[in-house]
């Protein structure tokens, strides 16, 4: 099968995403799969390009039955609403535009937090009519109210639930 992988996290950067995709890839390259991932190019969690990374648009990595495309992203160690804005949002159109472009792949999997990179990798999946599979890890609106990152009271429900943690929506 051939699997199309989009992560804005993926390996050598820690943390639980990138070892968690890490680990998904290399499972099923052992299987007999060929991946294809899209990713950023490493700069977590400092902001900051690791050596060799941030001076193209696009750097990609293959191995046997594994291809790797390292976005640009824009990225900055100083962590503002808009810089935030930014960097999720050069991920998803940067994501969006591989995955429309890239062979025809099987299926379309694509893991959250974040979620814009996810949601433009499902935007692009459906138009070249390729089933998607999105893996959700965290209830990305309710951390982000939780980090004080939106605040509008119109897009959160007040009742008990929200409270405990569920989002509700509601229409005016």
């Avoid at 990138?18 to 680990?23: K, L, S, V």
């Avoid at 007999?32 to 050596?51: D, K």
Wanted: glycine residues 8%.
């Amino acid at each position: 099968m051939r699997v199309l992988v989009a992560s804005q996290y993926f390996p050598p950067e820690p943390g639980a995403t990138q070892n968690r995709m890490g680990a998904f890839a290399d499972g099923l390259v052992a299987h007999g799969h060929e991946v294809t991932v899209v990713c950023e190019q490493p700069n977590h969690p400092t902001g900051v390009y690791q050596p060799g990374f941030g001076r193209r648009a696009l750097m990609t990595e293959r191995r046997p039955s594994l291809t790797v495309h390292r976005l640009w992203v824009a990225t900055s160690p100083r962590k503002t609403t808009a810089r935030r804005l930014a960097f999720y949002g050069t991920f998803a159109v940067g994501a969006a535009a591989l995955v429309g472009a890239a062979a025809r792949h099987d299926v379309v999997f694509a893991t959250s937090p974040p979620l814009p990179g996810a949601l433009a990798a499902a935007a692009a999946a459906r138009v070249r009519r390729t089933p998607f599979v999105m893996d959700v890890r965290d209830i990305w609106p309710a951390a982000a109210e939780a980090l004080g990152e939106v605040s509008s009271p119109r897009l959160y429900g007040r009742s008990s639930a929200s409270r405990s943690g569920c989002i509700h929506t509601h229409a005016e």
